[in-house]
């Protein structure tokens, strides 16, 4: 069984969908840590819808690909076009982060993923929630790259979200 991370982010109908995917992860894989849930200021989009975003983990002996496709086809039932702009508004996205330690690419995707040093809507979350863990590539645990991140203008803050009685 290999650890896996997923980044969870919504701008539209933002709790219904963050919920709808925590319990779609539920139903796949079973029991899940999850970190606050967070909003925050858009990056790169036009449209300024805020985003809740957040990170879950979870056991899985599924393939990369087995687990990339899960991603998509839970996005397609919450609404999300397969064809929309990059930088759009969206009900929900999930991409994969981390796969145990694997590194460079499986199944046609790049783990691990490169926003998790970029975005602090992703690092944040992620040092949160497996504090200890190092990243496959850049050797640091991802508290200590969070204590180091220079956030700049990527503003966020934790939000209070009810799900399966957590909050």
Known sequence: MARVSVSIG???????????????????????????????????????R???NLVAAFESDWSVGDLQ???????RVNGRHPGSPK??????????????????EHDGVILPRGEILHHAFVLLPLAELLPDTHHPVAGRSYAELWAEFNAGDQRLWPVTLNWASRR
């Open 50 to 52: 805020n985003f809740y």
């Open 69 to 75: 496709a899960w991603c998509k086809r839970v996005e």
């Open 10 to 48: 919504s701008n539209i109908d933002r709790e219904h969908h963050v919920r709808a995917c925590l319990d779609a992860l539920t139903a796949s894989f079973g029991e899940l840590l999850v970190s606050r849930v967070y909003e925050s200021e858009p990056v790169g989009f036009e449209d300024g």
């Open 87 to 104: 930088f759009s508004p969206r009900t929900l996205d999930i991409d994969l982060l981390t796969v145990d330690d694997l590194v460079g």
